[in-house]
């Protein structure tokens, strides 16, 4: 379209078939000239689109006849009618050929491994399968390598799905070699892997709660006061059980949590006892049985379960929550006082409310990292957890998030204990008082510090090499039994600097520059 002045000049038009010349035509007339030729060039290049449309889908019905040829299709059009003229009104539907169960399993994404059909994978479990990481590490396919996107740390997955049909012998090959890249640390001494899990390991066992009600409802505990951990109150499992089960809803329960008690017998003013059933169950598991104190893979040589000084041990949690006032324990809460504020202050800032209508639960591990021994002998060593949600008279039909998880790579761990300040003398508990969120996360990345975050459900198992600093948030109320494992590798050669205080350290920050 081309055009010049409105007055006295030549002003013409063109568009597809349509031609216009005119002369002395007013400025009204060439503009509305303009819109309806514009409007009919719209109009073709729509009926243009709608051929090329029709066009595609034809070829699309095409290469219907050519896919009903292709090998693995075992039904014809011809076979049923009514299919084959719902395919000629709607033109260009393509039909996929029927599969069988060999050919779906060679069209995985990832082909070494045979999922079962009908099988559902959560979105993370789906990525974790299908991706491959480009570690050096040569491991078996029902090793999963997954490496996280922001931290830049590896944590090996396995699923129980994946090996429940493996033989005796296969299953004995994978433990060991599970471990052996669990376990694994480079030339500097440091693991690997912040972490491996074993995903739906103990479905086998019961509900822990429910079953040490059942099983030993008179043994004495220590339970936590809700909102409180340092109000503790001794009690037995079944009063402990029956706060739950009164308190329990939709993934949580309100009420303190159960504090830690032994399984393997108790000593001086410990709590719990010698559950011989427990530890049988957890023996049950192949991975597990292989890392226990008594294992193979520990550095110990214990002769009976009830020596064992690094557990296991069980506790249970509520899950981190939000709860009104009106629900907390009245020995916790005193009103606020606005002390040192003078009368016309307070007539100037007046607040809306004065007390809070609800208060945050935490349920927090801050960092810290899994020690033995005391004074010169204090080293880091490996743990071992398995999670069981707490569901009371709930049948659960999914394996619900239990823990949410920030792992750090062991060779940082010398720089973590400064840059978080960890008492690494004190207790897991109160080695640190900072609580790393994705802020501290993104600062502590841009100084090259490695880490992966993720989430572990219930029925899970999680090993943690030693060196790896680690935190943990209940998300629902979870029952753990842990312990410690002094693996047989780190008794040979200790690498690295493992327990030296912040004031030490310090030092070193200054020399290095850090």
């Given at each position: 379209m081309a055009g010049h002045s409105a007055f006295g000049r030549k002003v013409s038009f063109t568009s597809g078939m349509?031609?216009?010349?005119?002369?002395?035509?007013?400025?009204?007339?060439?503009?509305?000239a303009a819109a309806a030729l514009d409007t009919n060039s719209k109009l073709e290049k729509t009926r243009i689109g709608r051929r090329t449309s029709r066009q595609r889908l034809n070829a699309l019905s095409e290469s219907e006849e050519t896919e009903r040829k292709a090998p693995g299709c075992e039904r014809r059009d011809d076979d049923d009618p009514g299919l084959s003229r719902k395919r000629k009104r709607r033109v260009g539907v393509v039909s996929r050929p029927k599969l069988s169960r060999e050919h779906i399993s060679q069209s995985s994404v990832n082909s070494s491994h045979q999922l079962s059909l009908g099988t559902a994978f959560s979105h993370r479990q789906h990525e974790v399968r299908s991706l491959s990481d480009d570690s050096d590490i040569d491991v078996s396919p029902h090793i999963h390598i997954e490496r996280h996107p922001n931290g830049n740390a590896c944590v090996l997955h396995i699923y129980q799905d994946d090996i429940v049909?493996?033989?005796?012998?296969?299953?004995?090959?994978?433990?060991?070699?599970f471990f052996d890249a669990v376990f694994s640390e480079d030339e500097g001494g440091h693991a690997r892997f912040v972490m491996g899990i074993i995903h739906n390991a103990v479905s086998y066992m019961p509900e822990i709660v429910s079953y040490f009600k059942s099983q030993y409802p008179n043994t004495v505990v220590k339970m936590q006061s809700l909102g409180n951990k340092s109000a503790i109150e001794a009690a037995t499992v079944e009063e402990f059980s029956k706060k739950v089960e009164d308190t329990y809803h939709n993934n949580?329960?309100?009420?303190?949590?159960?504090d830690q008690f032994s399984i393997v017998g108790v000593v001086n003013e410990e709590v719990g006892g010698y559950f011989p059933d427990v530890l049988d169950m957890l023996e049950t598991n192949p991975f597990l049985k292989a890392v226990l104190p008594w294992g193979e893979l520990s550095g110990l040589q214990l002769k009976d379960r009830t020596e064992s000084d690094d557990g296991p041990i069980?506790?249970?949690?509520?899950?981190?929550?939000?709860?009104?006032?009106?629900?907390?324990?009245?020995?916790?809460?005193?009103?606020?006082?606005?002390?040192?504020?003078?009368?016309?202050?307070?007539?100037?800032?007046?607040?809306?409310?004065s007390e809070p209508?609800?208060?945050?639960?935490?349920?927090?591990?801050?960092?810290?990292?899994?020690?033995?021994?005391?004074?010169?002998?204090?080293?880091?060593?490996?743990?071992?957890?398995?999670?069981?949600a707490v569901h009371t008279d709930e049948i659960p039909t999914l394996n619900r998030e239990t823990k949410e998880v920030i792992a750090f790579h062991a060779a940082d761990f010398s720089e973590l204990v400064v840059r978080l300040q960890l008492d690494l003398h004190e207790p897991p508990t109160t080695q640190s008082v900072q609580w790393v969120d994705e802020a501290k996360l993104n600062q502590?990345?841009?100084?090259?510090v490695r880490y992966t975050q993720l989430r572990l459900h219930d029925n899970d198992?999680?090993?943690?090499?030693?060196?790896?600093?680690?935190?943990?948030?209940?998300?629902?109320?979870?029952?753990?039994i842990?312990?410690?494992?002094?693996?047989?590798?780190?008794?040979?050669?200790?690498?690295?600097?493992?327990?030296?205080?912040?004031?030490?350290?310090?030092?070193?920050?200054?020399?290095?520059?850090?």
């Amino acid at each position: 379209m081309a055009g010049h002045s409105a007055f006295g000049r030549k002003v013409s038009f063109t568009s597809g078939m349509l031609s216009l010349s005119l002369e002395d035509a007013p400025d009204g007339f060439l503009a509305a000239a303009a819109a309806a030729l514009d409007t009919n060039s719209k109009l073709e290049k729509t009926r243009i689109g709608r051929r090329t449309s029709r066009q595609r889908l034809n070829a699309l019905s095409e290469s219907e006849e050519t896919e009903r040829k292709a090998p693995g299709c075992e039904r014809r059009d011809d076979d049923d009618p009514g299919l084959s003229r719902k395919r000629k009104r709607r033109v260009g539907v393509v039909s996929r050929p029927k599969l069988s169960r060999e050919h779906i399993s060679q069209s995985s994404v990832n082909s070494s491994h045979q999922l079962s059909l009908g099988t559902a994978f959560s979105h993370r479990q789906h990525e974790v399968r299908s991706l491959s990481d480009d570690s050096d590490i040569d491991v078996s396919p029902h090793i999963h390598i997954e490496r996280h996107p922001n931290g830049n740390a590896c944590v090996l997955h396995i699923y129980q799905d994946d090996i429940v049909d493996l033989l005796e012998n296969q299953m004995a090959a994978l433990v060991q070699e599970f471990f052996d890249a669990v376990f694994s640390e480079d030339e500097g001494g440091h693991a690997r892997f912040v972490m491996g899990i074993i995903h739906n390991a103990v479905s086998y066992m019961p509900e822990i709660v429910s079953y040490f009600k059942s099983q030993y409802p008179n043994t004495v505990v220590k339970m936590q006061s809700l909102g409180n951990k340092s109000a503790i109150e001794a009690a037995t499992v079944e009063e402990f059980s029956k706060k739950v089960e009164d308190t329990y809803h939709n993934n949580t329960f309100r009420c303190g949590g159960l504090d830690q008690f032994s399984i393997v017998g108790v000593v001086n003013e410990e709590v719990g006892g010698y559950f011989p059933d427990v530890l049988d169950m957890l023996e049950t598991n192949p991975f597990l049985k292989a890392v226990l104190p008594w294992g193979e893979l520990s550095g110990l040589q214990l002769k009976d379960r009830t020596e064992s000084d690094d557990g296991p041990i069980v506790w249970v949690r509520p899950g981190e929550q939000v709860l009104p006032l009106a629900e907390m324990p009245r020995l916790q809460y005193t009103k606020r006082r606005r002390a040192g504020v003078h009368e016309l202050q307070n007539l100037q800032c007046l607040p809306r409310v004065s007390e809070p209508r609800e208060t945050l639960i935490e349920d927090r591990t801050r960092c810290h990292a899994d020690h033995v021994g005391q004074g010169p002998d204090r080293c880091t060593t490996a743990a071992v957890g398995v999670l069981k949600a707490v569901h009371t008279d709930e049948i659960p039909t999914l394996n619900r998030e239990t823990k949410e998880v920030i792992a750090f790579h062991a060779a940082d761990f010398s720089e973590l204990v400064v840059r978080l300040q960890l008492d690494l003398h004190e207790p897991p508990t109160t080695q640190s008082v900072q609580w790393v969120d994705e802020a501290k996360l993104n600062q502590l990345r841009r100084h090259g510090v490695r880490y992966t975050q993720l989430r572990l459900h219930d029925n899970d198992v999680y090993f943690i090499p030693r060196n790896v600093i680690h935190q943990f948030k209940t998300l629902s109320a979870c029952s753990s039994i842990a312990w410690h494992l002094r693996h047989k590798a780190y008794s040979k050669v200790e690498v690295g600097i493992t327990c030296l205080s912040v004031a030490e350290w310090g030092c070193r920050v200054k020399t290095h520059g850090w």
